[in-house]
């Protein structure tokens, strides 16, 4: 990766925000371009500087993290958002990628998570794991949705393969390399299924397939 990817940070607690840029800015491929303590501040500065992805705290004062993330969803949608926040409960977690959040973490994780789901947003648009596949499962359950067998009937077998894979977390590359395919076919299975199940993004093709039958966790 020749170019950095660029970062902004929202966290009101000063000692958390200023380890993440001091850690982060020593990554080779990652620029830290502005830092700072609330959401009002956040909105100053997007007006002048561009970034890639904004790791937000979702408790911040002035305009706090829940509202942030609705705007940035709305306003600047090229912007990948990963919730950086103590509260790691399924609620949480289902209601901001709900909210269009890509990725979600704890704040007691280590760096290299960090670093990994900032690659990740950027790379292949979203950072999924298991822990947001059960937020979304649990969701689901508590909605009482039931399973739907002509969704699955609607996919090829090869194309449910797929689906299992994004589902767990797998890239693009490392569903090709799994199932023996080139990254473009992959890609043009992954077109055709969003198609199929009326799906636009990640967040939604979990859930979709969480629904339907077509994943479990």
């Not at 990628?97 to 994780?109: D, E, R, V, Y």
């Not at 794991?129 to 996919?155: T, V």
Request: charged share 25%; net charge neutral; aromatic share 6%.
């Amino acid at each position: 990766m020749s170019k950095s990817i660029r970062i902004a940070i929202a966290e009101d607690h000063d000692l958390m925000r200023q380890g993440l840029v001091s850690l982060l800015d020593a990554e080779e491929h990652i620029s830290v371009v502005f830092d700072v303590e609330n959401g009002a501040r956040l909105f100053d500065e997007l007006k002048k500087k561009k970034v890639d992805v904004v790791l937000l705290d979702l408790e911040m004062p002035v305009l706090n993290g829940h509202q942030a993330l609705k705007i940035l969803s709305t306003r600047y949608p090229e912007i990948a958002v990963i919730v950086v926040s103590m509260h790691y409960s399924d609620g949480f977690i289902s209601e901001s990628i709900a909210a269009g959040a890509k990725g979600f973490l704890p704040k007691n994780c280590d760096i290299d998570k960090v670093v990994d789901a900032i690659y990740a947003v950027k790379e292949q648009g979203y950072y999924f794991d298991d822990k947001i596949s059960k937020a979304l499962l649990n969701r689901i359950m508590n909605n009482e949705a039931p399973k739907n067998k002509f969704s699955q009937d609607l996919l090829t077998s090869r194309e449910h393969q797929i689906v299992e894979l994004v589902c767990s977390g797998k890239t693009n590359k490392e569903i090709a390399s799994l199932l023996c395919l080139s990254v473009r076919t992959v890609e043009v299975h992954r077109n055709t299924i969003n198609k199929k199940t009326n799906t636009k993004n990640i967040a939604s093709l979990v859930t979709y397939a969480i629904k339907n039958g077509l994943y479990s966790v």
